[in-house]
């Protein structure tokens, strides 16, 4: 209403007090009390608890996985899909992912090949790695492995698969722990050079080379790539060297028949200084005599900053180091506890022989005293070194745990038949996260909230598909922060989930300053307050700025109808002072 209909003219006389007058009366007093309580006015800025939230991670994360003890098998020469992973990742524009891929696969019959491969189908399948593998021993288990930085589209569905065959239906293919991890990335470089190409040359050669700049952190360095030789029974080598020309882990494979692919994979932590960094992923020959070329394709060297994936814990012995045990010994062990229950992606890479070609090296990733990966390796050359490799998600409670690579020879107590491992290496990623956002479509992460009736949209990933889910919401209140509202919700398909119910304006009086989110299953109640909230319980965990401007002294209706009351109380008053005054100049 414009200011001067409030205002009575000058020199005019006073209104009738008809319907019209005494409305716009109340009304006009209403609004000059609202705007007097500063209702309608930003409250005063006041500082939010100074420091960034300390949680706030890359989001987006993806997984699927078939970890059934038993094995899938087929006996068809085509590929069959064995796990799927499909998602949209939000927003819009560009999105970088790490896809990571594992699998165990076996066949009935030592005179057949089982096959596999990642496989992206959209916008048009595209191989990114492939295995031939026709195995040493019929029924014996060894890794499949694949990583790759892809670039996805925001808004855009893509779907990743791990298929295996068998080259000849007399021979029955077997594929097990076939699992793929998509995480968004932000801070990465990545080297790829996918064409298949050859070295003859019994020197190393390089077939790509990363070259980036590096902040004074911790990266995940991770290679791999498909690498055979064009001669039967003749290996080929595969290394990564770093900065340094140092040997970052060889692996050397030689199959019965010629182009014959299978994996080569690595992965480490490093801790890399500022400035230039150099790795390259290189391949040689056995022999330098025509036809006996060295071969790789899919070839990719990546580095990521480890503060994007969350927490990196990490443990490493690189060995080479013997056993003649026949029960597992532990090469390498990763104890730690994490800050808060969660899902970590939990990676082993090793290098894995025995020095006799008759007996096998095996290996096991084990997690808390359960097997989640095991592997028989048994070279066919003395000088072979096979890659072990496994990615897998495992829900971990905010208590210690203990993560091991282990090895063992299956001929106890003979020097010359020793398991041998090198360059062993556990890492442990936070896959599952919470994050708040300011926009609907979650296309930009966002910590700081300053106006009011602004939702927080809060988005999660990797949890179990279609789980049951609980949102508990704290403000910066006494004991950590007091409960304010509690929402249940599910994941998606693909382990997202989403909330966008939270308005901190509707919770009057509560404390400015770092807010909480806090995801846990539906079978917990929250407790009032946070430092109550059991640790065990949470699944994952965000924090965001909530500013004094966002959060109103009452609500609008609330001070909008206390407006009115003062303005009848006033307009009452004024009524009755007017017939007081009229009855005393009648009397009079």
Same mark, same amino acid.
């Given at each position: 209403?414009?200011?001067?209909?409030?205002?009575a003219?000058?020199g005019?006389?006073p209104p009738?007090?008809?319907?019209?007058?005494?409305?716009?009366k @109340?009304?006009?007093?209403?609004? !000059?009390?609202t705007?007097?309580?500063?209702?309608?006015?930003?409250?005063?800025?006041r500082a939010?608890?100074?420091?960034?939230?300390?949680d706030?991670?890359?989001?987006?994360?993806?997984?699927?996985?078939?970890?059934?003890?038993?094995?899938?098998?087929t006996? $068809?020469?085509l590929?069959?899909?064995?796990?799927?992973?499909?998602f949209?990742?939000r927003g819009?524009g560009?999105?970088?992912?790490?896809?990571? !891929? =594992?699998?165990?696969?076996?066949?009935?019959?030592a005179?057949?090949? +089982? =096959?596999?491969?990642?496989?992206?189908?959209?916008?048009?399948?595209?191989?990114? %790695?492939?295995?031939?593998?026709?195995?040493?021993?019929?029924n014996?288990?060894v890794?499949?492995?694949?990583?790759?930085?892809?670039?996805?589209?925001?808004?855009? $569905?893509?779907?990743f698969?791990?298929?295996?065959?068998t080259?000849?239906?007399?021979?029955t293919?077997?594929?097990?722990?076939?699992?793929?991890? /998509?995480?968004e990335?932000?801070?990465?470089?990545?080297?790829?050079?996918?064409?298949?190409?050859t070295?003859q040359?019994?020197?190393y050669? #390089?077939?790509?080379?990363?070259?980036?700049?590096?902040?004074?952190?911790?990266y995940?360095?991770?290679?791999? =790539?498909?690498?055979?030789?064009?001669?039967?029974?003749?290996?080929?080598k595969?290394?990564?060297?770093?900065?340094?020309?140092?040997?970052?882990?060889?692996?050397?494979?030689?199959?019965?028949?010629?182009?014959?692919?299978?994996?080569y994979?690595?992965?480490?932590?490093?801790?890399?200084?500022?400035?230039?960094?150099?790795?390259?992923?290189?391949?040689?020959s056995?022999?330098?005599v025509?036809?006996r070329?060295?071969?790789?394709?899919?070839?990719?060297?990546?580095?990521?900053?480890?503060?994007?994936?969350?927490a990196?814990?990490?443990?490493?012995?690189e060995?080479?180091?013997?056993?003649?045990?026949?029960?597992?010994?532990?090469?390498?062990?990763?104890?730690?506890?994490? #800050?808060? #229950?969660g899902?970590?992606?939990?990676?082993?890479?090793?290098?894995?022989?025995?020095?006799?070609?008759?007996?096998?090296?095996?290996?096991? @990733?084990d997690?808390?005293?359960?097997s989640?990966?095991?592997?028989?390796?048994?070279?066919?050359?003395?000088?072979?070194?096979?890659?072990?490799?496994? #990615?897998?998600?495992?829900?971990?409670?905010a208590? $210690?745990?203990?993560?091991?690579?282990?090895?063992?020879?299956n001929?106890a107590?003979?020097?010359?038949?020793?398991?041998?491992?090198?360059n062993?290496r556990?890492?442990?990623?936070?896959?599952?996260t919470?994050?708040?956002?300011?926009? $609907?479509?979650?296309? &930009?992460v966002?910590?700081?909230?300053?106006v009011?009736g602004?939702?927080?949209y809060?988005?999660?990933?990797?949890?179990?598909?279609?789980? %049951?889910?609980?949102?508990?919401?704290?403000?910066?209140? %006494? *004991?950590?922060?007091?409960?304010?509202?509690?929402?249940?919700?599910?994941a998606?398909? &693909?382990?997202?989930? +989403?909330?966008?119910?939270?308005?901190?304006?509707?919770?009057?009086?509560?404390a400015?300053?770092?807010?909480?989110?806090?995801? +846990?299953?539906?079978?917990?109640?929250?407790?009032?307050?946070?430092?109550d909230?059991?640790?065990?319980?949470?699944i994952a965990?965000?924090?965001? !700025?909530?500013n004094?401007? &966002?959060?109103?002294?009452?609500?609008t209706?609330l001070?909008?109808? /206390?407006?009115? !009351?003062? *303005?009848?109380a &006033?307009y009452?008053?004024?009524?009755?002072?007017?017939?007081?005054? %009229?009855?005393r100049v009648?009397?009079?």
């Amino acid at each position: 209403m414009p200011v001067q209909t409030c205002r009575a003219r000058a020199g005019a006389a006073p209104p009738r007090a008809n319907g019209s007058t005494v409305f716009r009366k @109340l009304v006009c007093i209403a609004a !000059a009390m609202t705007l007097a309580a500063g209702v309608y006015l930003p409250t005063p800025l006041r500082a939010a608890k100074a420091g960034t939230p300390s949680d706030s991670y890359t989001i987006g994360r993806y997984y699927a996985d078939d970890d059934s003890n038993d094995p899938s098998t087929t006996t $068809s020469v085509l590929f069959q899909d064995k796990t799927t992973l499909t998602f949209t990742p939000r927003g819009s524009g560009s999105k970088y992912y790490l896809v990571i !891929a =594992g699998a165990l696969i076996a066949n009935s019959s030592a005179s057949y090949v +089982t =096959g596999a491969q990642l496989l992206q189908t959209t916008p048009t399948p595209t191989t990114l %790695a492939i295995t031939h593998y026709q195995p040493n021993m019929a029924n014996y288990y060894v890794p499949f492995a694949a990583q790759k930085i892809v670039t996805l589209s925001g808004g855009t $569905s893509y779907t990743f698969k791990i298929q295996y065959y068998t080259s000849n239906g007399s021979g029955t293919a077997a594929i097990q722990k076939a699992r793929i991890a /998509a995480i968004e990335v932000a801070n990465y470089a990545n080297a790829i050079d996918e064409s298949n190409t050859t070295n003859q040359s019994t020197s190393y050669a #390089a077939k790509v080379t990363l070259n980036f700049t590096s902040s004074s952190a911790n990266y995940l360095i991770i290679a791999a =790539g498909d690498t055979a030789n064009s001669a039967a029974n003749y290996y080929t080598k595969a290394r990564v060297i770093d900065t340094a020309s140092a040997d970052q882990g060889e692996g050397v494979q030689e199959s019965p028949a010629a182009l014959q692919y299978r994996p080569y994979a690595m992965m480490q932590r490093a801790s890399l200084s500022a400035g230039s960094q150099t790795y390259t992923l290189q391949y040689a020959s056995q022999s330098a005599v025509g036809g006996r070329e060295a071969n790789m394709q899919n070839a990719r060297v990546s580095a990521v900053l480890l503060s994007d994936l969350g927490a990196d814990s990490y443990a490493v012995t690189e060995g080479p180091t013997a056993t003649q045990s026949i029960t597992y010994v532990d090469m390498t062990t990763l104890t730690f506890t994490p #800050a808060v #229950a969660g899902v970590y992606l939990v990676i082993g890479s090793a290098f894995v022989t025995n020095e006799n070609t008759a007996y096998e090296g095996w290996a096991n @990733l084990d997690i808390n005293g359960t097997s989640y990966a095991e592997a028989a390796i048994k070279p066919r050359s003395t000088s072979a070194y096979m890659p072990f490799f496994a #990615a897998v998600r495992v829900s971990l409670a905010a208590s $210690s745990q203990t993560i091991k690579l282990q090895w063992r020879t299956n001929f106890a107590g003979h020097s010359a038949r020793e398991a041998f491992i090198k360059n062993a290496r556990i890492i442990a990623l936070r896959l599952n996260t919470l994050e708040s956002y300011s926009d $609907s479509g979650y296309g &930009a992460v966002s910590n700081n909230f300053t106006v009011a009736g602004s939702p927080v949209y809060i988005r999660g990933n990797g949890q179990a598909a279609s789980g %049951a889910y609980r949102i508990a919401y704290y403000d910066a209140g %006494a *004991s950590g922060g007091q409960w304010l509202k509690t929402t249940d919700t599910s994941a998606d398909a &693909a382990g997202e989930i +989403t909330d966008s119910t939270f308005i901190p304006s509707n919770f009057v009086g509560s404390a400015a300053g770092d807010w909480r989110a806090v995801l +846990t299953s539906q079978s917990y109640s929250p407790p009032l307050n946070y430092n109550d909230f059991s640790a065990a319980q949470k699944i994952a965990e965000d924090t965001f !700025a909530v500013n004094a401007s &966002a959060i109103p002294e009452l609500p609008t209706s609330l001070a909008v109808i /206390a407006s009115l !009351a003062l *303005s009848f109380a &006033a307009y009452y008053l004024m009524r009755k002072r007017r017939g007081l005054a %009229a009855r005393r100049v009648r009397v009079g």
